[in-house]
Nanobody, 125 residues
Framework: QVQLVESGGGLVQPGGSLRLSCAAS????????MGWYRQVPGKQRELVAR???????NYADPVKGRFTISRDNARNTVYLQMNSLKPEDTAVYYC???????????????????WGQGTQVTVSS
């Protein structure tokens, strides 16, 4: 069983900063890409940032220059440093990871997609 547990959300004033963390645990062989997505009520979940196992990154245009994604492979953890926050950044933020896990059938190791439970980020004065 694999779990992604997020932390670090909260209420912040415009222009402020927050740092989100997401730790993966369980029967993990290795982790491929990791990423952050966000969703507001009535809208589809959208990509915020992704990072490969080799630490190559890509960002959605609205967050470029303000957000930084990073990972600690030894801790199976991905981070999202969010600076210069705007009210339009308000959303539930979800962690995502493609994780290679052990399976009971051949080939006994397969990649699977996992999501965290989400953490609320509210930017308001």
């Amino acid at each position: 069983q694999v779990q992604l547990v997020e932390s670090g959300g909260g209420l912040v004033q415009p222009g402020g900063s927050l740092r989100l963390s997401c730790a993966a645990s369980g029967s993990i062989v290795s982790i491929n890409d990791m990423g952050w997505y966000r969703q507001v009520p009535g809208k589809q979940r959208e990509l915020v940032a992704r990072i490969t196992s080799g630490s190559a990154t890509n960002y959605a245009d609205p967050v470029k220059g303000r957000f930084t994604i990073s990972r600690d492979n030894a801790r199976n953890t991905v981070y999202l440093q969010m600076n210069s926050l705007k009210p339009e950044d308000t959303a539930v933020y979800y962690c995502n990871a493609e994780i290679r896990v052990y399976t009971s059938t051949y080939p006994f190791v397969q990649p699977r997609d996992y999501w965290g439970q989400g953490t609320q980020v509210t930017v308001s004065s």
